[in-house]
């Protein structure tokens, strides 16, 4: 299998993928489907498989990709879009492909219940604590907006510093629950649990997917914190 299939009860319209790293052209560390251009792989075997990304998830269109930046920056988009510095992407338009990549973050993908927006998150602990969440959400005119989580860092592996904990505390007490103390200062962090909390601050309880990790499942994905030169994963979210 080359891709992931997110598991929620979306309109029929909507479609989304998670692309795996099987499958493509790209040669060792990145082996293979690697889609980003920003990881030192070759160029050229990128954009063989992104052509390959867009053949086999049979795409309306070309996939928007983005300059990440673990920035809190949400843009929209539409079928004139072009690269740009943000990391998530909103469109109301059909067959316009909204996309981020990851090899550790959290992609959370969103839909209205109506089927008629859509969006791509790319979220690290840098992006969340900085509001990259809310940022997109305020994109929708929907009142009714669900996630679905897909691969990242499991809870067991994301061991970050005191410092961590106490941003995301100051910022919200409700997010001391996320951490896990290990030893004086380290902490184990569950990103899922970060971005469910957000989540339900910002009035969004329907949340579906996680339970992933990255870093102990070597076959189907990507991890910098475990490999360092590494590519990426693709999430993508269409309508009809």
């Not at 029929?12 to 489907?33: D, E, K």
């Not at 740009?84 to 990851?102: E, G, I, K, L, P």
């Not at 900085?130 to 897909?150: H, P, R, S």
């Not at 997917?209 to 991890?223: L, W």
Request: aromatic share 10%.
């Amino acid at each position: 299998m080359t891709w992931i299939e997110p598991d929620w009860p979306v309109k029929a319209n909507i479609h989304a993928a998670v692309t795996l790293r099987a499958g493509g052209f790209s040669q060792h560390p990145f082996h293979s489907l690697n889609p980003a251009l920003h990881v030192n792989d070759d160029a050229e075997l990128v954009e063989i498989n992104r052509k390959k990304i867009v053949k086999m998830l049979k795409l309306p269109s070309n996939p928007v990709w983005l300059q990440q930046t673990h920035s809190n920056r949400a843009i929209k988009i539409d079928k004139s879009a072009v690269l740009a510095q943000a990391d998530a992407s909103y469109t109301d338009q059909a067959r316009v492909v909204s996309v981020v990549m990851t090899a550790d973050c959290l992609p959370i993908l969103l839909a209205s219940y109506d089927g008629s927006e859509i969006a791509a998150i790319h979220a690290g602990w840098r992006g969340l604590l900085a509001g990259i969440i809310g940022n997109t959400i305020a994109l929708f005119k929907a009142d009714k907006v669900m996630a679905w989580l897909g691969p990242a860092i499991g809870p067991d592996c994301f061991e970050v510093g005191g410092e961590v904990k106490s941003s995301f505390v100051t910022k919200l007490n409700k997010f001391g629950s996320a951490f896990k103390q290990i030893s004086e200062d380290k902490y184990l962090a569950d990103i899922y649990q970060l971005a469910t909390i957000e989540l339900a601050m910002l009035g969004i309880t329907q949340v579906y997917g996680g339970g992933f990790c990255t870093v102990t499942d070597k076959q189907r994905f990507y991890s910098y914190r475990r490999d360092g030169e590494t590519g990426r994963m693709a999430s993508l979210i269409w309508r009809d």
